[in-house]
């Protein structure tokens, strides 16, 4: 490590980083490939297929399966800065991503987790982006930008399966208070506000349908309110346990689990959450199979 001659550590710049992961024996390390590959072949296929019917099936082409279109996009997108470099990482002998790449996979996650953020208290009320489109840049410009210009000198070796601010600001060697405040403050402030907005919204659905007469209306609007909450909750509880809880930045362990969870497994979930529950999805999907044997057994017939 680097030295002045009064002693301190030198902020010498790392041109590349390492990805340490999850440790284990190689068994451990296939387990750990398998679930990673399986969780993400899963976020793969279930928002492809809710990208592919929304897109085909005419019925569906309403807000709220715009929404879900564009979320399924999101929850694709964002994984996929995070799977293939961790899966490729599992059996590689260096682990190395460069200073570039560790920035611009921060960069990246940061932008497209904040926009689905933003994306699920669009769904709850659909005026609030006009309110928070802003934030959804700045976050990720503001963490990207504050964190790479830290002096990193202690290690290039990063505690993490991908670049997170967390694992990241434990590497640098200077005071991180600020750096710290202004994560929290961030997200803290974009966790609670579109909190508030989606339980101010839910109070005022909550209200419309106990005034409903028909009661296989309330039964439906109360499934598609559940699995949206369903969805909120999940995703804005990793988060709150990951970014803004005290001690988050020095958990590592736990931070790696709960990142798991919010990058890999809640993608996955998602498409389920929405289409199991969604009787529209499921008729939709009904009517492209139905067609797609149809289409099959024609070309069948003129063979």
């Known amino acids: 490590m680097p030295r002045h001659g009064d002693g301190n550590v030198s902020a010498a710049p790392f041109q590349e980083f390492v990805l340490e992961g999850f440790q284990g024996s190689l068994g451990t390390q296939a387990l750990l490939f398998a679930v990673f590959l399986a969780l993400y072949l899963g976020t793969v296929l279930g928002n492809l297929t809710m990208i592919v019917v929304i897109t085909l099936d005419a019925r569906l082409h309403s807000p709220l399966y715009f929404f879900l279109k564009n979320l399924s996009f999101l929850d694709l997108c964002y994984s996929s800065v995070i799977a293939p470099n961790a899966l490729a990482n599992f059996f590689s002998s260096s682990k190395v991503i460069t200073f570039q790449g560790c920035a611009t996979q921060l960069f990246f996650f940061s932008l497209l987790v904040t926009t689905e953020g933003f994306l699920l208290g669009v769904m709850a009320y659909d005026r609030f982006m006009a309110i928070c489109s802003p934030l959804r840049c700045l976050n990720s410009i503001v963490q990207t930008s504050f964190t790479f210009s830290l002096p990193f000198c202690s290690s290039n070796h990063i505690d993490h399966f991908f670049c997170d601010v967390p694992p990241l600001l434990r590497l640098a060697c200077t005071n991180t208070a600020i750096n710290k405040l202004v994560m929290f403050g961030i997200c803290g402030l974009i966790i609670v506000s579109v909190t508030l907005v989606v339980l101010v919204s839910y109070g005022y659905i909550t209200v419309t349908i106990l005034r409903m007469q028909s009661g296989a209306g309330r039964h439906k609007v109360f499934s598609t309110c559940g699995s949206h909450m369903m969805a909120v909750s999940l995703f804005y509880g990793t988060g709150f346990v990951t970014y803004t809880q005290p001690?988050?930045?020095?958990?590592?362990?736990?931070?790696?689990?709960?990142?798991?969870?919010?990058?890999?497994?809640?993608?996955?979930?998602?498409?389920?959450?929405?289409?199991?529950?969604?009787?529209?999805?499921?008729?939709?999907?009904?009517?492209?199979?139905?067609?797609?044997?149809?289409?099959?057994?024609?070309?069948?017939?003129?063979?």
């Open 247 to 303: 001690g988050a930045v020095e958990s590592m362990e736990q931070g790696k689990v709960v990142s798991v969870f919010y990058s890999l497994v809640i993608p996955m979930l998602n498409p389920l959450i929405y289409s199991l529950r969604n009787k529209d999805v499921k008729e939709a999907l009904g009517r492209l199979s139905q067609k797609h044997t149809l289409v099959r057994l024609d070309k069948q017939s003129n063979i």
